[in-house]
């Protein structure tokens, strides 16, 4: 990257200056490049003479020789940076700043080179195939998706697009929790949706089942299979017949509303399979061998009947319970057994579970949890999220129209479609709170950051079909014509998606993705309002090739840009 190679020519002529005698030998710190708030101000700067100014005076006076002002230190270094084709100007301005501007001519050649990486461009590497698993959406099914589910699953998919950009081998996984306590609950009231249908006679929903009119149409559509034959069951097997009926029904709509938001997974993980001999190879089960690990590591006890976990003693907040007083796993037990899974059997180097934030107090007890497996809490990332407001008119929706319950996410993709979802809720900080504006998802209009974005890649493919229609293409385009300021905005903008991949991988921001990819549309309407691309004037034929090749690229990046945010990018709208 060219803030890479900066640093890198900033650093060289940082220690020439030394080796010349015109800056004393003092440590170099690294050399950080940054873009200026002001476009007057170049397009890189570094601080690096003020933050070298201390130790570069400490070095003079204990010499006894003058001291030097930060000014004075850039000028010693900026006088030996080597010549490079992309460096067109290099000052030092108060209070001791070096401002680079790129070279015109080098950025119009950029053109051809971003055309030639095509849907690669943006990739950097970072990861170097490092295994990394991200573990989202993950809802408990036990019915429709929530609207507030989907900002975990445009994070984690979006997170994932970006490492695997970054060079990472990344395995997207979907969390099916398919045991424990809650299932049985959706079980039984499920069942007795499945009865009152049937005119049998229920002591109706039990204590902490589920009430959701979901469950009457579900249970219809067993009846419609299956008819009446589970009322002559014991209700034991009832219940369980009716539990894997509804986990089906729950999770053929979960994977439907994934597809249609363009998430897709690598793996679908069985909860259930953690307590399945089947699943080690040197018998019992995942669950039994981890308590094991527990035990023979002194990090469990006994109180109340149950088994706890020392997690107070390894940094949690408070002690868990692993196996209840009845002999049932407690929940954290399947945390702790799943996460073993994940890096002792399965090998993955750095896992990235997206929790919504009512699991924000989990946190210090996975930490623990690592410690008792041997593990390296650093490689347990716990992406936290805050939480989605559903706005309409103003007003925050908190029931469905259609069946005054929760707003399920089919409903809102009905409504505004998985682009607008997946843009408006990419669009803030995952730790602000995120309001998702119907009525601005709706609106076909320059408001709408997504529909702006997506025009822009639109726009550019209407102005390419139409050269084609009038006879004109960009063979043999000369490039360096391209010199007005807007052709070369545009150039700039689309040079910074590598820059803006590694800022959003590095720091899981997957936020810098729609801000960036709203400059870069903006960048291009300029130059379409600056320059006219196609001119039936032969006189232009030659800069109509070259602005016709600039106009191809920015299709590129434009539509890289959205495909890392997995949003669609029209040919036509």
């Known amino acids: 990257m060219i803030r890479d190679d900066l640093a890198d020519l900033i650093y060289k002529a940082t220690r020439k200056a030394q080796r010349k005698g015109s800056l004393p030998k003092t440590e170099i710190p690294e050399v950080l490049i940054e873009r200026p708030r002001r476009a007057e101000h170049g397009d890189y700067a570094t601080s690096q003479p003020l933050k070298m100014i201390a130790d570069i005076n400490r070095a003079l006076k204990a010499a006894e020789k003058p001291t030097l002002t930060p000014i004075q230190v850039g000028k010693s270094i900026v006088h030996r940076i080597e010549e490079s084709p992309f460096i067109g100007q290099v000052d030092v301005v108060p209070p001791g700043f070096i401002n680079i501007l790129l070279d015109d001519g080098w950025l119009a050649w950029q053109v051809d080179a971003l055309l030639e990486a095509g849907e690669t461009f943006g990739n950097v590497e970072l990861g170097h195939g490092q295994r990394v698993q991200v573990e989202y959406g993950s809802a408990n099914p036990t019915g429709p998706m929530h609207v507030g589910f989907a900002r975990n699953l445009v994070l984690g998919d979006t997170i994932a697009n970006l490492l695997v950009a970054a060079g990472y081998d990344v395995q997207r996984e979907y969390l099916v929790n398919d045991a424990g306590v809650q299932m049985e609950r959706f079980g039984q009231s499920l069942y007795a949706r499945y009865c009152e249908l049937l005119g049998r006679e229920t002591d109706g929903i039990p204590e902490g089942g589920y009430q959701g009119e979901y469950l009457i149409d579900w249970a219809q559509q067993i009846i419609d299979e299956e008819g009446d034959r589970y009322l002559d069951l014991p209700y034991e097997e009832a219940v369980a017949a009716s539990r894997e009926l509804g986990l089906k029904i729950a999770m053929d709509n979960i994977r439907q509303d994934c597809a249609r938001m363009n998430v897709h997974y690598d793996n679908w993980f069985s909860e259930r399979s953690l307590y399945d001999p089947s699943t080690m190879d040197a018998g019992g089960t995942v669950f039994d061998h981890v308590m094991s690990v527990m035990r023979q590591g002194n990090h469990l006890f006994m109180a109340d009947g149950a088994v706890w976990f020392q997690a107070k003693a390894l940094g949690g907040n408070k002690d868990e319970v692993v196996i209840r007083s009845n002999g049932q796993p407690g929940y954290f037990v399947s945390d702790i057994a799943y996460h073993y899974n994940k890096f002792v059997q399965r090998g ?60 399920d996410l089919r409903e809102v993709l009905d409504d505004i479609g998985p682009d607008a979802i997946r843009f408006f809720l990419l669009a803030r900080a995952a730790d602000s709170q995120m309001d998702l504006d119907l009525n601005l998802a709706r609106q076909q209009s320059d408001e709408n950051p997504v529909y702006y974005v997506q025009y822009g890649h639109a726009r550019i493919a209407s102005i390419l079909r139409y050269a084609e229609e009038q006879g004109h293409t960009d063979e043999g385009a000369d490039i360096s014509l391209l010199t007005h300021p807007s052709e070369l905005n545009l150039v700039r903008k689309m040079l910074e998606l590598p820059e803006v991949v590694v800022l959003a991988t590095e720091n899981l921001a997957p936020h810098h993705l729609p801000y960036y990819s709203q400059e870069l549309a903006a960048a291009f309407h300029a130059f379409y309002r600056d320059c006219r691309v196609v001119s039936s004037d032969p006189a232009d034929a030659e800069l109509t090739k070259a602005r016709l090749r600039l106009a191809k690229a920015a299709k590129v990046v434009l539509a890289r840009t959205l495909t890392l945010m997995g949003v669609s990018a029209p040919e036509r709208m």
Not at 362 to 389: C, F, G, I, K, W
């Open 348 to 407: 993955f180097e750095w896992v990235i579970d997206v929790w919504g934030a009512d699991h924000q107090g989990h946190v210090p007890r996975m930490s623990a949890m690592m410690t008792a497996l041997n593990l390296d809490p650093e490689q347990l990332t716990l992406y936290v999220y805050q939480m989605v407001t559903l706005l309409e008119s103003g007003e925050q929706v908190r029931l469905s129209k259609r069946a005054g319950t929760q707003v």
